[in-house]
């Protein structure tokens, strides 16, 4: 979990593919409005993000009704967010994973990719939406100020620990 342009996508497929998990790109469960939305440089707002939480959280649980592990890209951004997402699994061992850089390396990362709907524009609005989490159940803290390697070292180190 993060903002735009902390590596989820990277790190995430990365991470699924070195523990034997699914991977599944949260973003592709936006509805089409907001992908849209974001594309033309609009923040999304709660109720936007609702379906989308729906559609994460309907993945957790159908991974763990298949007894399958998965790992899902999802910016998750606020604890009701998180917290729907543990409900929606029925907080059976779903963990997150926070990606956290300081803005200017976001920021950078951003304008280093091509081909994806967010603009850098929607960086701040992201930053002022984040609740970083600090004494969630089941969640670690990984920055992402090193390689995606690296990142997924300590990502698997720090679940481990869970």
Known sequence: MGVSGSGKSSVGSRLASQ????????????????????ESGTPLDDADRSPWL???????????????????????LKRSYRDTLRE???????????????????????SG?????????LLDSQLATLEVPHDEP???????????????????QGLRGL
């Open 138 to 156: 089941r969640t670690i803290t990984v920055s992402v100020d090193q390689t995606v390697e690296q990142i997924v070292v300590d990502a698997i």
């Open 113 to 121: 990719r091509s081909g994806h709907f967010m603009p850098t524009k």
């Open 54 to 76: 729906e559609r994460v959280g309907t993945c957790l649980r159908q991974a763990i009704d298949a007894h399958d592990a998965a790992v899902v890209a999802c910016s998750a």
């Open 19 to 38: 523990i034997g998990a699914r991977f599944v790109e949260g973003d592709e469960l936006h509805p089409p409005e907001n992908v849209r939305k974001m």
């Open 88 to 110: 929606a699994a029925g907080g059976e061992g779903v963990a997150f994973v926070y990606l956290e850089g300081d803005r200017a390396l976001l920021a950078r990362r951003m």
